[in-house]
């Protein structure tokens, strides 16, 4: 009995992995708790095109505030709480290339018109660790800038 079973589970293993390698995943959205909501959502409208589409007040959950900023099929939602604090207000001298904290590292926009968003950025002085280069490995141009609350944001080029 225990033989005839064997093709069966050999065959539902193969099955079960098969479509884990045929699921596409596309990110739609993201949330990035900020300090000041007014001044990142400027910066992000200012220097990444997003437009704001909602607003939300939740004073009863420790004045919550959710900003929801859209950039063609992505959202991105700003989120302030009176409770939110910077590692910075317990590590002073805190660097993520140093000693990054445990979850996203950087975040990653392919953009189409690399070389104008490069040249915005520069006239609008928007701090840039690390400035335009080319990566060899994956053969294209990238930057690195942050926004208002140091979070790193990874601009490269489409292909």
């Not at 859209?70 to 409770?83: A, G, Q, R, V, W």
């Not at 990653?108 to 400035?131: A, C, G, I, Q, S």
Request: net charge neutral; aromatic share 12%; proline share 4%.
């Amino acid at each position: 009995m225990k033989c005839k079973l064997y093709p069966l589970i050999i065959t539902v293993l193969l099955y079960s992995s098969m479509c884990l390698a045929e699921v596409k995943i596309k990110s739609t959205g993201a949330s990035l708790v900020v300090k000041d909501i007014e001044k990142a959502q400027q910066w992000y409208q200012q220097n990444l095109g997003f437009i704001s589409v909602k607003k939300m007040d939740f004073p009863e959950f420790d004045n919550l505030q959710i900003h929801v900023l859209k950039n063609n099929d992505f959202e991105l939602e700003l989120m302030s709480k009176n409770s939110s604090f910077s590692i910075q207000k317990h590590v002073p001298d805190y660097s993520v290339n140093k000693h990054p904290l445990l979850g996203f590292y950087k975040w990653v926009l392919k953009v189409e018109n690399f070389d104008e968003m490069y040249d915005l950025h520069l006239k609008r002085k928007v701090t840039m660790p690390y400035p335009k280069t080319y990566d060899k490995t994956f053969e294209r141009h990238f930057y690195i800038i942050s926004d208002p609350d140091d979070n790193s944001i990874q601009i490269i080029e489409s292909r």
